[in-house]
């Protein structure tokens, strides 16, 4: 009996991880995807490789976690550390959201890497934003945060409504707050 449970709570805790890790490449990615146009202009992605991974993005169907990493080496340097600090592995759910809600945008007003030399525009866009939706428009929001509007698409929460709250990232909706 007491060992027909310790398998069963061992089938649990490998399927949790396996859940787990589905979704935290989801996560990862619907964050990450939005920097891939930056990536473009500085040459390390190509836009056929930008169109691919687009698909993905609509299709909320992640790549693999080695592509991921690939194609985001500086974030998964960042992602390293913060899993060392943390004591966790690289890809544990607590570390890739500390680093999307808390982490990415600290290293932004640190001004880490290229964020050393880029306008404050691009700093902002570049920051994850928790904003309230004031108008919706097909795929579009119009979001508003701090004193500022943006126009952001909305691929990813079609059902969100008038004066809900989401984060977004760069140019896209993400995720309800609730």
């Given at each position: 009996m007491q060992e027909t449970k310790k398998k069963t709570k061992n089938k649990l805790i490998l399927l949790t991880k396996s859940i787990n890790n589905k979704t935290t490449e989801k996560y990862f990615f619907k964050y990450a995807f939005p920097c891939a146009?930056?990536?473009?202009?500085?040459?390390?992605?190509?836009?056929?490789?930008?169109?691919?991974?687009?698909?993905?993005?609509?299709?909320?169907?992640?790549p693999d976690k080695e592509t991921l990493e690939k194609i985001f080496p500086p974030a998964f340097k960042r992602i390293k550390k913060l899993a060392d600090k943390m004591n966790k592995e690289v890809w544990d759910p607590e570390v890739i959201k500390e680093y999307w809600t808390k982490e990415h945008n600290r290293l932004i007003d640190n001004k880490d890497g290229m964020y050393a030399e880029a306008s404050e525009?691009?700093?902002?866009?570049?920051?994850?934003?928790?904003?309230e939706v004031i108008e919706k428009k097909a795929n579009k929001l119009l979001v508003k945060y701090d004193d500022k509007?943006?126009?952001?698409?909305?691929?990813?929460?079609?059902?969100?409504?008038?004066?809900?709250?989401?984060?977004i990232h760069y140019a896209h909706a993400i995720e309800k707050v609730n």
């Open positions: 146009q930056v990536k473009i202009r500085r040459g390390t992605l190509t836009v056929e490789e930008y169109n691919n991974l687009r698909k993905l993005f609509l299709e909320n169907n992640p525009t691009l700093k902002d866009l570049c920051k994850i934003h928790e904003a509007k943006r126009a952001v698409f909305n691929f990813l929460i079609p059902d969100i409504n008038i004066r809900d709250k989401v984060t």
